[in-house]
């Protein structure tokens, strides 16, 4: 990851005042509270580090990268706990896992994933409306580029739709489903 | 539900008190003797008989009434055992972003020792970047973990390594167990942690035997020769000195009788004691006094019990209590008010050495182990910390909602366990926050010393866990809980609603849409004119949206709002999880619907999850007296709003504290820290409201008077100084907002008219797929753009 400093001017500000680049507020967004001065690029477009009167600066629009931890991801942890859910959803403690998961998204609440695997868990219950929030949550967290999970939320909302007697739902979630596949 | 605590009660057949009653009936029977004896002797003989028959059927049958008391007492639900409030647990995983002074924090309150070394349970050490901590057992809602001796490295940027001591691999999560805050005790105020017999230390035993009943273990309840040595003792001083009650009798006295002295009641006391003690073992007895006896009063709440008694002193748990510890909660025996070490710490600490002094004479302890006994402080620690009264308003929110789902009764004598979102650390840095903004703002603006009052709520922003919660600048005073039960006018806080029911429709409302901000002159069904202004008095004319809310202009948002109704915004509220009654009027959309800061913070808890709300919650699981589950609160989402929409508004919300109302944020928050919020100012100045979240917690405060009357403080000078004090000083994960299915980003120009990434000023903002302006122009064929762009850097 490559880091970069603002640039900044009065000139700057007041360009960036009128136009509300800041609206944006995409500034590239992501710093450690203890660590202030470097910007964690995500190549991620616009605002107010492209609104810069050099043109060259400006660069091209790309859709904003998967949310991504200012601290060492707590990879091992969240894992763990995943892992820990895993076993007991299929020895049949679905409660166990349930809480295995919800702390695990304690330590990382916006990791689809982890949504996505409390839908699961949540489907073995039988908790068909939930499930489809669930669901719905992770894919509201999953970046564009990763298909296969919308996808496989999806496939979940489906099936949790028919259960709920939504036919018509449920074949456009597959359909979204297929798209995505 | 009921107690499953079991309790060993040998059940013994018949009554023995009864069968003595019959024998003696035979006895008298059996004295009738001498056919040549006077009539008048026979009647006499005769009447003696039937009295004594007579008197002993009565003492009979008291005898069997007052066993089946005693037995209702002790067999039945002995104690009424309060439901015991936890914080969360804390979560130690490598990459967790907690410094040295929190998890300190975090062992101090849970009563662990502070040690050079490390030798047992509930002890820890400090090294340099390292801490080593045995922790005590515990059983969670979910599994048991295990007591165990654990070192933990940490760096500026928090957990680098935990290892089990002394082992080589690598712990990758563990919980310490959470922090006791509270319990929910009756209405008659009787507070206990209840214990067995086996958690009660040995030289707790011996300090009692010591000074209160030498003979416990030899006598049936009442001792005799101890009477006398009281009655000798006291004839010789002139004065009661001595008391003659074994501790079965003190127990009975507590456990059974009321406090009025008269001989009947003690006649009554040692019967009773007689009872007791032939029914039970030593033991039980043992057990029972442990629990029962009165060691002190803090307000209303009645502190019994050695086991409560030792986490009101020492803020832990009996069996970790030293002798010098246990030796203080004996002396309290007798008379806790008189030798309270709080208040009269001499007489606490004479009454302490007394007792250590008569166990080593009796040689329960060494001459060396009263010495060192001798030689400590009192180590009490200041009053009721970490037992509830440090955060009464969040123990108020249990307990409010347990009462939905819990009978009162269950709850104050069950022996409840249960399991709270509260994080000690946030909300002990939140109530510094508030305290100390509130101060600085009173000198700052002159204000009258201690005239505002505040309240501040922090939840998890994706699960809407309530991590703490303020309910007024005295953190420990159990009063007015603001943070519930404060309920104001919120302002410009529903502005967000507004808006985001406008970019719900995205055909017609887009961030770049241009609104009028013109003159708003409305008749209200009384005959009165409304005639809201802006707060800079001006009329903007047309404004893009997004800098109508970020600069909360109040004439833009009733324009915008009337052309989309009032229902959409009452709708959204409701979704939020705002159930009480809206009215449908305009003014509604400037703020005229009043609401606590806790339900303010369920709606931004919904905007800060995406559009997901979470009911916020402040318990996590409730276990029984024995430790099974009963019941889970688990977590749940619901969508309440288009993710885009939301995407969209929070984009907004972000532009509000970078240039807009709060943007005095940027100097109050480490560069970086990309938060999002609103401002809210009501009449008169009279509240000052911040609502805004980071990526990973949501916090509202809010800033007023109790009286009601204007404070001279807006949003941003009042209630965002609040929050940005407590954000700045907890670890915040900063927000970064993914643009959800359906959102796109376009080039626009100062216009709003699509235009090229290359052009000069072009900025590129997020729309709901579709809904992007139509209008293109091309940069290089504007001239009139290119020379305002000019002008403005020349």
């Keep these: 990851m490559k880091y970069f400093k603002k640039p900044f001017s009065t000139r700057l500000r007041l360009l960036f005042t009128l136009l509300l680049a800041s609206a944006l507020g995409a500034c590239g967004g992501l710093s450690r509270t203890d660590r202030p001065a470097q910007v964690e690029e995500r190549g991620k477009p616009p605002a107010t580090t492209t609104a810069v009167p050099n043109q060259t600066q400006i660069a091209a629009y790309t859709p904003p990268a998967q949310p991504r931890y200012s601290r060492p991801a707590p990879k091992r942890a969240v894992a763990v706990l995943m892992r820990r859910a895993d076993d007991q959803k299929r020895a049949g403690d679905l409660d166990g896992a349930t809480v295995s998961l919800e702390r695990a998204l304690r330590i990382a609440p916006d990791d689809a994933l982890l949504w996505h695997r409390l839908a699961g868990v949540r489907m073995a219950q039988q908790r068909h409306q939930l499930v489809v929030q669930l669901a719905s949550k992770s894919n509201a967290l999953t970046a564009a580029g990763e298909r296969s999970l919308r996808s496989d939320n999806w496939r979940l909302i489906a099936v949790a739709r028919r259960a709920l007697g939504d036919s018509a739902g449920a074949r456009d979630a597959e359909q979204r489903a297929n798209a995505l596949h | ?794």
């Design chain 2, 1 to 794: 539900m009921a107690s499953k605590k079991k309790r060993k009660t040998p059940q013994r057949p018949g009554n023995r008190p009864g069968k003595r009653a019959s024998t003696r009936r035979g006895k008298a029977r059996g004295k009738g003797k001498g056919r040549k004896r006077v009539g008048r002797q026979r009647r006499g003989w005769k009447l003696a008989i039937a009295v004594a028959v007579l008197l002993g059927l009565a003492l009979g049958a008291y005898t069997v009434f007052l066993s089946k008391t005693v037995r209702v007492k002790f067999d039945g639900k002995r104690w009424a055992e309060p439901a015991q409030i936890y914080a969360r647990p804390l979560d130690l995983y490598v990459g967790a972003n907690i410094g040295a002074e929190q998890l300190g924090a975090e062992l101090r309150f849970l009563g662990y020792r502070k040690v050079s070394k490390v030798s047992g349970p509930a002890q820890w050490s400090q090294g340099r970047g390292r801490f080593v901590i045995h922790m005590r057992d515990f059983t969670f809602w979910d599994g048991a973990e295990p007591g165990r001796k654990i070192s933990v490295d940490l760096s500026a940027s928090g957990i680098e390594d935990i290892r089990q001591s002394g082992g080589r691999g690598v712990i990758d999560i563990l919980r310490i167990e959470p922090a006791l805050i509270g319990s929910i005790y009756p209405a008659h105020n009787e507070d206990r942690v209840l214990v067995q017999r086996g958690d009660i230390p040995e030289h707790l035993v011996q300090g009692l035997l010591a000074v209160e009943d030498r003979r416990f273990y030899d006598h049936h309840g009442v001792d005799l020769r101890g009477i006398a040595r009281a009655l000798w003792a006291n004839i010789q001083a002139g004065r009661t000195v001595q008391g003659g009650s074994t501790l079965t009798q003190q127990l009975v006295k507590n456990f059974i009788l009321t406090s009025e002295r008269s001989l009947w009641r003690k006649v009554n006391e040692a019967l009773m004691a007689l009872i007791v003690d032939a029914r039970y073992d030593k033991d039980e007895i043992l057990e029972a006094y442990a629990n029962e006896i009165f060691l002190g009063q803090e307000g209303g709440r009645a502190i019994h019990g050695f086991g409560l008694g030792a986490r009101f002193y020492f803020n832990r748990p009996l069996a970790e209590l030293q002798l010098h510890e246990t030796a203080l909660l004996v002396g309290l025996v007798k008379g806790a008010s008189y030798y309270n070490p709080r208040k009269h710490p001499e007489r606490a600490r004479q009454r302490r050495d007394l007792v250590i002094d008569q166990m080593q004479a009796l040689g329960f302890i060494s001459d060396a182990d009263a010495r060192h006994a001798r030689a400590q402080g009192l180590g009490v620690n200041a009053q009721g910390v970490a037992h509830g009264h440090r955060i009464p308003g969040f123990v108020d929110l249990v307990r409010r909602q347990l009462r939905r789902d819990y009978r009162e009764e269950d709850l104050t004598s069950e022996g409840l366990r249960i399991f709270t979102t509260l994080d000690p650390w946030v909300q002990s840095r939140a109530g510094v926050a508030l305290a100390k903004r509130l101060q600085e703002i009173e000198e700052l603006r002159d204000l009258e010393k201690g005239s505002l009052q505040g309240a501040l709520v922090v939840a998890s922003a994706q699960q809407g866990e309530i991590q703490a919660l303020i309910g007024g600048r005295d953190t420990s005073y159990a009063g007015f809980n603001r943070a519930l039960d404060a309920v104001r006018p919120i302002g410009s806080l529903i502005k967000p609603v507004v808006y985001l029911a406008a970019l719900a429709q995205p055909r017609r409302y887009t961030l770049s849409t241009l609104i009028e901000d013109k003159a708003v002159d409305m008749a209200l069904p009384g005959g009165q004119r409304w005639q809201p202004r802006n707060y800079d008095r001006e009329i903007h004319g047309l404004v893009p949206l997004h800098e109508a809310l970020a600069s909360s202009l109040n004439l833009a948002t009733v324009n915008l709002g009337m052309q989309v109704g009032l229902e959409p915004v009452i709708d959204s509220l409701r979704a939020f999880g705002i159930e009480r009654d809206i009215d449908a009027f305009p003014s509604l959309l400037l703020g005229a619907l009043s609401l606590s800061p806790l339900e303010v913070t369920q709606i931004y808890q919904g905007l800060a999850a995406g559009g997901f709300s979470s009911p916020l919650r402040a318990i996590r699981a409730v276990l029984d007296a024995d430790e099974e589950p009963l019941q889970r609160y688990p977590l749940t989402v619901k969508q309440a709003a288009d993710p885009a929409a939301v995407f969209l508004l929070n984009r907004n919300l972000v532009e509000v504290t970078q240039t807009g109302t709060g943007a005095a944020l940027r100097g109050l928050l480490p560069q970086g820290m990309q938060v999002a919020g609103k401002t809210g100012t009501t009449n008169d100045l009279r509240d000052s409201w911040f609502a805004g979240f980071s990526a990973d917690r949501v916090a509202v405060s809010w800033v007023g008077r109790d009286d009601n009357g204007p404070t001279g403080l807006t949003g941003s000078r009042g209630a965002l100084r609040v929050w940005a004090e407590l954000m700045r000083d907890i670890d915040n994960l900063p927000l970064q907002l993914t643009p959800p299915e359906g959102v796109e980003y376009h080039w626009i120009d100062a216009q709003g008219r699509l235009t090229s990434p290359d052009c000069e000023g072009a900025v590129a903002f997020p729309y709901i797929a579709g809904s992007q302006p139509s209008e293109r122009v091309d940069c290089r064929s504007d001239p009139n753009l290119r020379g305002f762009l000019r002008d403005l850097f020349d």
